[in-house]
């Protein structure tokens, strides 16, 4: 049977550590495995911009052996030109796993339905869990464990958010959430992460004060306070958003020595200052490389030879 990956809610407690495990190791020793996906084709298809999400995807391909084809919104059309059923339909014939970022969440779970070859999410608007294996790995390089960790998360409650807490109910992670009223986590996300972590030690905060969430933590994560899609609203969430920006002055909340955390693109000056995400504490290269060596562990397991 095939694999998907669409959700972190795709990996068991113990899958997920293990893809960390093989993230791990196929960074340290990425020339093992030049070969291992000799011959394997990848279609990237994104309806959304992106500069990590794709060169991680077309680099790590290449370093793997194989290929990746990227087709730009404007090429297939999704939903306007041919529908999710067809594309997958067609794909499968051709190339060995498809890689996708939409809109819609449904219409990955629709391409995965349609196809049987393996299809990796690449954001949609409801998560973006290639992010979060990268971010958890990223912690794990920087804290040494996930367990007895607590990850702060400040600004808009949205797929990079979701994504996080699903990882961190996995890790052992503690999490608080700091957004402002109306722009919390999806409640489904919220209650997926408690049953999926109520046995690893994980445990949720929501909260409407951006200093309760900031407190004691090991590491302050933010993201953009307009998701793409959401453009048309900008100035109106700059507005609400502004209390949540993360600055020096929240960063003191947090423990000595915490973290600056950012999926990147980056509005300096909106969400984060110059002064944190440049700071020393600061592992937004460290998540963007690690984009890299994260999905290619989850291109051998999906892509990869069975053992
Ligand atoms: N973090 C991330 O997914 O970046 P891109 O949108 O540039 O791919
Ligand atoms: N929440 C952001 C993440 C970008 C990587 C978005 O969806 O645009």
């Known amino acids: 049977m095939k694999k998907d990956f669409l959700s972190i809610r795709d990996l068991s407690i113990y899958e997920f550590s293990q893809l960390l495990d093989r993230a791990a190791e196929v960074k340290k020793h990425s020339r093992k495995y030049r070969r291992a996906l000799e ?3 990848l279609a990237m298809i994104f309806q959304k911009p ?8 077309e680099a790590g391909m290449l370093q793997l052996g194989g290929e990746a084809i990227y087709l730009a919104p404007s090429d297939i059309q999704m939903g306007s030109r041919e529908g999710a ?6 794909l499968e014939r051709w190339v060995d796993g498809i890689m996708l970022r939409t809109f819609g969440h449904q219409i990955a779970v629709d391409l995965a339905a349609s196809t049987k070859i393996p299809v990796i999410n690449a954001l949609t608007d409801l998560s973006h869990p290639c992010q979060a294996m990268a971010d958890f790995q990223t912690l794990r390089e920087h804290k040494g464990s996930l367990a007895n960790l607590k990850l702060a998360y400040v600004g808009d409650g949205n797929n990079v ?6 990882a961190a109910a996995r890790g052992g992670t503690k999490m608080a959430v700091g957004t402002p009223a109306g722009y919390e986590p999806n409640p489904e996300m919220v209650q997926a ?3 999926d972590g109520k046995d690893t030690g994980f445990a949720l905060t929501l909260t409407n004060s951006a200093e309760e969430a900031a407190s004691g933590a090991d590491a302050v994560y933010t993201d953009v306070w307009a998701s793409m899609g959401q453009e048309a609203e900008k100035e109106k969430r700059a507005r609400i958003f502004a209390p949540y920006q993360v600055n020096a002055r929240l960063m003191s909340h947090a423990k000595n020595g915490a973290l600056f955390m950012h999926c990147l693109p980056a509005h300096r000056g909106d ?3 110059d002064e944190v995400i440049d700071a020393p504490g600061s592992v937004v290269y460290d998540q963007a490389e690690n984009r890299l060596h994260a999905q290619k562990a989850i291109l051998l397991a999906l892509m990869g030879k069975k053992d």
């Open 161 to 166: 958010c979701h994504s996080l807490m699903l």
């Open 271 to 273: 969400e984060v200052t």
């Open 193 to 195: 992460a408690r049953e």
């Open 85 to 90: 059923y067809d594309i997958g339909k067609n």
């Open 50 to 57: 992106s500069l990590r999400t794709r060169m991680t995807f």
């Open 39 to 41: 011959h394997r084709i």
